[in-house]
């Protein structure tokens, strides 16, 4: 599914090593978590995944294709095929909870049924009788399974989150743990990118740690140690 294969990554202007030879790969159906302390180039991988920065060196590709070989007509369908959590959930203030999803869905091209894939989203996870409300009409944690809802509403393969509890309290960053463990039980790829401890202990899954750009573990079912 991802796969990444001698990457690195070195921002010019500011001459930082923001990824340092980076090898690894993710299957189809995997649950995986990034660790490492602020700085450690988890948000970068991220980014590299979702082709809005390329490798200084190295290859990343997706379901076996070479994103630098990717022309921009095709990055809609890679996005597409992509959905993404923000730590700041960057929903659109003036609209609803549905038309935050129909909107999504429209920007990737999306027609026919919009109103009711939007629903299907918020279903499932668990906020269909909020469809009406605006982000600031819901609590963090509600928000935050919008936008949840949002990433999955092209019903993409792969989603990726970074610090998706970040804001949140632990009883409501274990419902969105439990949420995304469900989401990737019926088939996404779930990746998370976090450098909290309490998510990464709370549910054990294959963790990959960054150190200054390194990548220096690699364990199937992790728990958090830098
Ligand atoms: N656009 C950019 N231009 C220059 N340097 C950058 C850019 N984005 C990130 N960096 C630098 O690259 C390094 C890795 O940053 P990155 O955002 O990937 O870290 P992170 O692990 O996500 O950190 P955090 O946990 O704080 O979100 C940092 O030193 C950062 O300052
Ligand atoms: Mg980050």
């Given at each position: 599914m991802i796969e990444f294969k001698h990457v690195t990554k070195t921002y010019a202007r500011t001459h930082t090593h923001a990824l340092r030879n980076v090898d690894f790969a993710i299957g189809k159906g995997e649950f995986v978590y990034i660790t490492g302390h602020s700085g450690a180039g988890k948000s970068t991988l991220l980014a590299l995944v979702l082709r809005r920065t390329v490798p200084t060196e190295g290859v990343v590709s997706i379901a076996g294709q070479d994103?630098?070989?990717?022309?921009?007509?095709?990055?809609?369908?890679?996005?597409?095929?992509?959905?993404?959590?923000?730590?700041?959930?960057?929903?659109?203030?003036?609209?609803?909870?549905?038309?935050?999803?129909?909107?999504?869905?429209?920007?990737?091209?999306?027609?026919?049924?919009?109103?009711?894939?939007?629903?299907?989203?918020?279903?499932?996870?668990?906020?269909?009788?909020?469809?009406?409300?605006?982000?600031?009409?819901?609590?963090?944690?509600?928000?935050?399974?919008?936008?949840?809802?949002?990433?999955?509403?092209?019903?993409?393969?792969?989603?990726?989150?970074?610090?998706?509890?970040?804001?949140?309290?632990?009883?409501?960053?274990?419902?969105?743990?439990?949420?995304?463990?469900?989401v990737n039980i019926k088939g996404t790829t779930v990746v998370i990118a976090t450098h909290s401890r309490d998510l990464v202990d709370a549910m054990k899954h294959r963790t990959l740690v960054l150190r200054n750009g390194e990548l220096v573990r690699d364990d199937d079912r992790g728990g958090y140690s830098l």
């Open positions: 994103l630098s070989r990717l022309r921009d007509g095709q990055l809609p369908l890679l996005r597409r095929r992509i959905g993404m959590v923000f730590q700041d959930h960057r929903l659109l203030p003036k609209l609803s909870a549905a038309d935050n999803l129909t909107f999504a869905l429209r920007a990737t091209g999306a027609h026919g049924q919009l109103e009711q894939k939007a629903l299907n989203a918020l279903r499932l996870v668990g906020l269909a009788h909020k469809r009406k409300a605006f982000p600031i009409e819901l609590s963090l944690g509600e928000q935050q399974r919008v936008a949840i809802a949002r990433a999955l509403v092209t019903n993409p393969p792969l989603l990726l989150c970074d610090e998706p509890t970040g804001n949140l309290d632990p009883d409501t960053s274990w419902e969105i743990l439990e949420l995304l463990n469900d």
